[in-house]
């Protein structure tokens, strides 16, 4: 099982709202990740977990607010997002975080801010 | 400070022409990986291949295969008789060790057209 699976596929939320995304692996890796593309760009890092400790925050504003839960979950709590928060949200696994020897990604969330 | 150029932005070719895709990295590191992903319409970026820098014998994965040159730093990609599946935004990226390996840096990505 190769899969890093993303809930969920699409998403539209106001301002005020808050909503979250989920991203579950199943294969025993010990770091994830959260990526945000834009249109025509490629994925940048916001964030990432290695054995559930939250390592790296790119500079990422705090209306995103990552959670580790355990080892096979990552979520990212939404609140309070602007509209050019619009974009594709993919989450990311790999065995460790060093030298990222491989790193499986999900299918993402499309979110759109309104 | 590392660096992924892919030069081509957008390709086109018709159903069974070859194509190659073009990849040069920069880093100051010795040891480091370098892939390439498929992302099609659908969002998810698809892992395609791993290499890392100490290994420089191409690859070749059934109509897939890779040239990955020290000398010049590419990494290029080549696909033989493209098929209308292949048509997805291709990236080449890089991750190096010691600090920083954390992460994977980008090229902006090649839309690959393949017309029927």
């Known amino acids: 099982d190769t899969e890093v699976t993303q809930t969920p596929k699409h998403l539209v939320m106001g301002m005020t709202n808050k909503k979250s995304l989920k991203c579950e692996q199943h294969m025993g890796h010990r770091a994830m990740y959260w990526y945000k593309q834009k249109a025509k760009k490629p994925p940048e890092l916001m964030f990432v977990y290695s054995y559930e400790k939250l390592s790296i925050n790119e500079s990422v504003p705090s209306r995103f607010s990552p959670e580790c839960p355990n080892s096979s979950l990552l979520n990212l709590h939404l609140h309070a997002l602007q509209p050019e928060d619009s974009a594709l949200y993919l989450c990311a696994s790999s065995q460790g975080k060093q030298l990222l020897i491989s790193a499986f990604f999900g299918q993402g969330t499309r979110l759109t801010v309104v | 400070a590392q660096k992924v150029t892919q030069a081509q932005t957008e390709i086109s070719v018709v159903e069974k022409e070859d194509v190659t895709l073009d990849c040069v990295y920069e880093?100051?590191?010795?040891?480091?990986?370098l892939f390439w992903y498929k992302q099609p319409p659908s969002g998810e970026l698809v892992f395609l291949i791993r290499r890392n820098s100490f290994d420089e014998q191409n690859e070749i994965s059934g109509r897939y295969s890779w040239n990955f040159q020290k000398s010049t730093s590419s990494f290029n990609f080549t696909i033989t008789a493209s098929q209308v599946v292949d048509s997805a935004v291709y990236f080449c990226?890089?991750?190096?060790?010691?600090?920083?390996?954390?992460?994977?840096?980008f090229g902006k990505g090649t839309k690959l057209s393949v017309i029927p």
């Open positions: 990226a890089l991750s190096v060790a010691g600090a920083g390996s954390y992460q994977l840096t």
């Open positions: 880093t100051r590191d010795t040891t480091y990986y």
